[in-house]
C-alpha cells in the first residue's frame, strides 16, 4: 500500500461521498487496509434513505488496544462555481491540496493509514483499529454511536482512541482536545390565555412571561468556567408565537434553547435549572429536552502524554490542550477509554475551496508514526 498520505487523500476526496452517504468512500479504506492484514466489518444501519455505512477494520487480538476514529462523509460543497478548482478534483496546487474533506478529515484519515502502512509490524502483538463512519457531519445517529453501542454488546474493548478531527487552528500542532463541552436543547411552550390586546387583563400573555424567563436564562452566567473549560453558555436560538393579528395576545409562545456547559454540570443539573426558572415566570408551561453529548474530559492518559510529546518531536512545540469548539464523535467513546483529539488545521473546513497543506499533511501522518511507535513499544 502506498505510504504518502498524498495521493490516498486525494482517491478519498475524488469520491464525492457527501453526508451522509459516505459508504463510497469506504470502499477505498477498505481496499487500503485488506492487504495490510485488517479484518474488515462493513456495519451499516438505519433503513431507506436514513442509512449509514460504517466501517470497523482490526488488526490483531491483542492488547493494548489502539482505535482510530474518523468519518469519510463531507458536508456539500455549496456554489461549486465559487471554487478555485472543482470540490472532488483532488487538485494540487503549490503546496496546497484542495477538495472537500481535504481537512475534515480525509486528510486525516489518509495520514493515519499511510502512517500504519509505514509503521505495519509495530503493532504486533497488540491491536489497531480503525472505526470510519459515513455520517459524522450529518444527523450521527447510525454512525459511530451505533458501531461503537453494537462492538461493546459483542465484547469489543479499547485502551486508547484517537480522533483524527482537525483540532489544529492556526498551524498543525498547536492544538490537541482533551474534552468536550456538553450541549443540550431545550424546546419551551409557554401557554397562556388568549385576548384582546385593548383588554389585556382578560387575557394572560405568553410572550410576555416568556421573555421574562429568557431574560433570566441570558442574564444570570451559569458559571465563571473551571480548570479545563471555558465558562458554559446559553443561547436563545429560536423563538415563535402565533400571530395572526396585530391585537390579539396569542395563546402560546415558544423558545428554543441550547447551552454548551462545562464540568460544573449534567443534563440533569442544568434541566432543573430550566424549569426552576420557567416555573418563577410562567403558570402553565412545557420543556422538552434534547441531549447531543454530555461534557467530558478525558485525554490525560498515557497517549495524550505520547501524542502531546510526539507534536513537540515534529513541530518544535508543545499542543495547547482545549475542550471548546462543538461535538465530535469522541463523545460516543469516552466512556470507554482514554480519547483525545488531533488533527490537520481548520481553517477551511465546510467551507469554498477547502484545502491543505501537503507538508502539513505529511508531517501529520509523521506525528501519527511516532505515536504508533511508542504506543505499541
Ligand atoms: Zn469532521
Known amino acids: ?18 453526508t451522509p452517504d459516505g459508504g463510497a468512500a ?17 456495519m451499516a444501519f438505519g433503513d431507506g434513505a436514513a442509512r449509514v455505512d460504517n466501517l470497523y477494520a482490526r488488526r490483531g487480538d491483542g492488547a493494548p488496544h489502539l482505535c482510530f476514529l474518523g468519518h469519510s462523509d463531507v458536508v456539500p460543497p455549496g456554489d461549486e462555481s465559487a471554487w478555485s478548482a472543482p470540490p472532488f478534483a483532488a487538485e494540487v496546487r503549490g503546496d496546497l491540496l484542495i477538495g472537500r474533506g481535504a481537512v475534515d478529515m480525509k486528510g486525516g484519515v489518509a495520514a493515519f493509514c499511510a502512517a500504519i ?36 454488546k459483542e465484547g469489543e474493548t479499547w485502551d486508547a482512541c484517537l480522533v483524527g478531527e482537525p483540532t489544529s487552528v492556526a498551524r498543525l500542532g498547536d492544538t490537541i482536545k482533551i474534552g468536550r463541552r456538553g450541549s443540550l436543547t431545550a424546546k419551551a411552550r409557554v401557554s397562556g390565555v388568549q385576548g384582546h390586546t385593548a383588554y389585556p387583563h382578560l387575557a ?13 436564562l441570558t442574564t444570570t452566567p451559569l458559571d465563571d468556567g473551571t480548570e479545563h473549560f471555558e465558562p458554559s453558555n446559553l443561547q436563545v436560538s429560536g423563538l415563535l408565537a402565533e400571530n395572526v393579528a396585530a391585537n390579539v395576545i396569542p395563546a402560546w409562545a415558544e423558545a428554543t434553547i441550547n447551552v454548551r ?47 502531546s510529546a510526539a507534536i513537540e518531536e515534529e513541530t518544535g512545540e508543545a499542543p495547547a490542550t482545549s475542550t471548546g469548539g462543538g461535538t465530535s464523535d469522541a463523545r460516543f467513546m469516552w466512556r470507554h477509554c482514554e480519547v483525545v483529539e488531533f488533527g490537520l488545521a481548520g481553517r ?8 491543505v497543506s501537503v507538508d502539513e499533511l505529511r508531517k ?12 505499541f513499544s
Open 1 to 18: 500500500m502506498e505510504s504518502d498520505p498524498l495521493p490516498l487523500a486525494q482517491s478519498l476526496i475524488r469520491v464525492p461521498s457527501v
Open 26 to 42: 469506504l470502499d477505498v479504506v477498505a481496499s487500503w487496509l485488506e492487504p495490510l492484514g485488517f479484518g474488515i466489518r462493513r
Open 117 to 152: 502502512a509505514r509503521q505495519l509490524e509495530v503493532a504486533d502483538g497488540g491491536s489497531v483499529s480503525l472505526l470510519i463512519t459515513g455520517d459524522e457531519e450529518g444527523a450521527a445517529i447510525f454512525g459511530s454511536r451505533a458501531v461503537i453501542d453494537t462492538l461493546v
Open 204 to 216: 394572560d400573555n405568553p410572550i410576555h412571561r416568556l421573555l421574562a424567563a429568557l431574560h433570566e
Open 261 to 307: 456547559y462545562n464540568d460544573l454540570h449534567g443534563v440533569e443539573s442544568l434541566e432543573a435549572r430550566l424549569r426552576e426558572v420557567f416555573a418563577r415566570h410562567a403558570e402553565d408551561f412545557a420543556l422538552e429536552f434534547r441531549s447531543s453529548g454530555d461534557v467530558f474530559r478525558s485525554g490525560s492518559g498515557r497517549l495524550t502524554a505520547m501524542l
Open 348 to 355: 477551511t473546513m465546510h467551507s469554498v475551496d477547502e484545502s
Open 364 to 375: 501529520l501522518s509523521a506525528i501519527y508514526e511516532r505515536v504508533l511507535r511508542e504506543y
